[in-house]
């Protein structure tokens, strides 16, 4: 069954877009930086393992809250992005990281210890605000953000190989894409 991820406030969802896959059946699943969605809830609906990650306290506290309230299971673990230290290697079937790693400074190494979750061939998937879609005069294409560029060089440098890119939000009253979703899959072992 596949879970009702959410990649942004008015975005297609995974339901329609298809990017993580079935998840029942106990498959493992991170939530990497709880988003506003609470995506590790509705991987738990979908019958996976499901792990929430995030830095912030308050975060996890609400992430036990919902779980508990929707009498499913999240192992939730508090600490650093880049630190999942707590989660075998080579053990999840897909991670999603849902408008939560834009501010990382090192992700490289973020990219890495997702790597090392990730059992081979299996989804991450990233989705984030649209670097186009903070373009001005004053702030030319990759002034404030990383560029689509940054993430290709990033993903590929840690072992992933991108198969999907989903430009969305462009409406006729928004000519340019709100929301980027990117999907790579762990190469190697």
């Known amino acids: 069954m596949a879970a009702n991820i959410t990649y942004g406030s008015g975005i297609p969802g995974d339901a329609e877009l298809r990017l993580c896959g079935d998840v029942s059946g106990a498959k493992r699943t991170v939530e990497l930086g709880v988003s506003e969605w609470y995506n590790a809830i509705e991987f738990a609906r979908a019958g996976a393992k ?3 990650v995030d830095p912030d306290a308050d975060k996890i506290a609400e992430m036990r809250r919902r779980a508990d309230a929707d009498e ?10 880049a630190d999942l230290g707590d989660i075998s290697s080579a053990t999840c079937d897909v991670v999603v990281a849902a ?3 834009i501010e990382i400074d090192d992700v490289g190494r973020l990219l890495r210890q997702v790597h090392r979750i990730l059992r081979p061939s ?3 998937v ?8 903070a373009v001005t005069p004053q702030h030319p294409y990759g002034s404030t953000a990383r560029t689509i560029g940054d993430w290709f060089t990033a993903l590929s440098r840690s072992n992933f190989r ?5 430009e ?4 006729p009253t928004h000519p340019v894409p709100t929301t980027l979703v990117l999907r ?3 190469e190697g072992s």
């Not at 499913?72 to 992005?81: P, S």
């Not at 969305?168 to 409406?171: H, I």
């Open 99 to 101: 408008h939560s790693i």
């Open 72 to 81: 499913v299971t999240v192992q939730c673990l508090h600490g650093d992005l």
């Open 168 to 171: 969305l939000g462009v409406s």
């Open 122 to 124: 299996m989804p991450f």
């Open 162 to 166: 991108v198969d999907q890119v989903k």
């Open 184 to 186: 790579s899959r762990k």
């Open 126 to 133: 990233i989705s984030m605000p649209h670097p186009f879609d």
């Open 50 to 52: 499901s792990i929430a």
